[in-house]
């Protein structure tokens, strides 16, 4: 149960994209089609932005994207705003009913 | 609207016990499993265990695995988290998340509860 690996940060302007991205193992992320991705404000409780790799939930902007490449994924952010400027965790499912997070990833927006 | 409210955070010592609780509300309750993550300034988000909607399995990570129990109350819209034998390491926000169902991932969080172990 190792966290999945995530650059401590990112930064892009406004307008800009950025992507993030979230690796781990082939006994999670690589194994499993389970990846989610929240965004995280300082003092709230986290906020589902992406589950199975790459599905949004309502309400989430579609600037807003996931992807999967082998035991990597991404989270990218196109058209950079001032209020996405947050903490980023990754999240997969690890098999026998077991998840783990990545370490989580600071983006700012210049 | 889904809500979920956390209660039961404090000051512990090391070695002593404390049991959380989160009131649900808004969906069916019994209808999805619950889980429990914490989160600590140093390590970010843990996942700590999962009940499913049933309440007969339950499953832990390894950090908490004999020490804490997970637990609810489909009657009354509830879930726990025992919390036996606290260290230092607990310390952080304990938040319930409710089960994406088929999707194995959380949707709802609550706002979290702290939980501080020192002596």
């Known amino acids: 149960q190792s966290a999945l690996t995530q650059p401590r940060s990112v930064s892009g302007s406004p307008g800009q994209s950025v992507t993030i991205s979230c690796t781990g193992t082939?006994?999670?992320?690589?194994?499993?089609?389970?990846v989610s991705w929240y965004q995280q404000h300082p003092g709230k409780a986290p906020k589902f932005m992406i589950y199975d790799v790459s599905k949004r939930p309502s309400g989430v902007p579609d600037r807003f994207s996931g992807s999967k490449s082998g035991n990597t994924a991404s989270l990218t952010i196109s058209g950079l705003q001032a209020e996405d400027e947050a903490d980023y965790y990754c999240y997969s499912y690890a098999g026998s009913f077991t998840w783990v997070f990545g370490g989580g990833t600071k983006l700012t927006v210049l | 609207q889904v809500q979920l409210v956390e209660s039961g955070g404090g000051v512990v010592q090391p070695g002593t016990s404390l049991r959380l609780s989160c009131a649900a509300s808004g969906f069916t309750f019994s209808s999805h499993s619950m889980h429990w993550v914490r989160q600590t300034p140093g390590k970010g988000l843990e996942w700590v265990a999962i009940?499913?909607?049933?309440?007969?399995?339950?499953y832990y990570a390894d950090s908490v695995k004999g020490r804490f129990s997970i637990s609810r109350d489909n009657s009354n819209n509830a879930v726990y988290l025992q919390m036996n034998s606290l260290r230092a390491e607990d310390t952080a926000v304990y938040y319930c998340?409710?089960?994406?169902?088929?999707?194995?991932?959380?949707?709802?969080w609550g706002q979290g509860t702290l939980v501080t172990v020192s002596s």
């Open positions: 009940i499913f909607s049933h309440g007969a399995n339950d």
């Open positions: 082939s006994s999670d992320v690589g194994g499993y089609n389970y």
């Open positions: 998340a409710r089960d994406y169902t088929d999707h194995w991932t959380v949707d709802y």
